[in-house]
């Protein structure tokens, strides 16, 4: 993280702890990581891989996915995070998720795109089951799985106090009691 040292004070506040992914995910306060991966990946790729992770929680993903696929979700999330460290110079395993069409899309955005394409390639495979039979649908897995759901982490909810300059509902601006501000 010392070349782009960006990712590596997002990295200060998380707490590293090892546990049973197949990879790394982050539930926005800790990364857990799985042992064997992070030995297997070069330098480079681990600190990619951190970058990777600390995007999802700068852009709170963790507490976006509302109702939504978590598998699904993940890969809009790995859609969106992964050309960032990418366009920095920044190197990511082999494998990653990245389409040039879903360059400087949101993960909301692209989770939409990815459901068309869902929906669409299960009516497909309901067109093409014979006498009747239903075929089970499989999820969208473009170039990869999604391995950052952790569906037993709680959605986190933040409570913003105003800045000292903050509006009031008319629209007036109010100023800070405290002195200096």
Request: glycine share 8%.
């Amino acid at each position: 993280m010392v070349a782009v040292p960006f990712f590596g004070t997002l990295c200060v506040p998380l707490k590293l702890v090892a546990g049973p992914v197949p990879t790394m995910a982050t539930d926005g306060r800790r990364i857990v990581y799985n042992p064997k991966y992070i030995e297997e990946l070069k330098p480079a790729e681990l600190e990619g891989v951190l970058a990777h992770e600390v995007l999802h929680c700068a852009l709170a993903h963790h507490c976006r996915r509302g109702q939504r696929n978590p598998e699904l979700w993940n890969e809009a999330a790995d859609y969106a995070v992964n050309p960032i460290p990418l366009a920095t110079g920044i190197v990511l395993p082999p494998g990653v998720l990245a389409r040039p069409a879903f360059a400087n899309l949101s993960a909301e955005e692209i989770y939409a795109r990815l459901m068309k394409t869902q929906k669409s390639s299960e009516l497909d495979s309901n067109d093409k089951s014979t006498a009747g039979e239903q075929q089970e649908s499989q999820p969208c897995r473009p170039g990869g799985s999604a391995e950052l759901s952790m569906p037993s982490v709680k959605r986190v909810s933040v409570r913003l106090k105003p800045s000292g300059n903050a509006r009031s509902r008319n629209g007036a601006s109010r100023r800070s009691r405290r002195p200096g501000v």
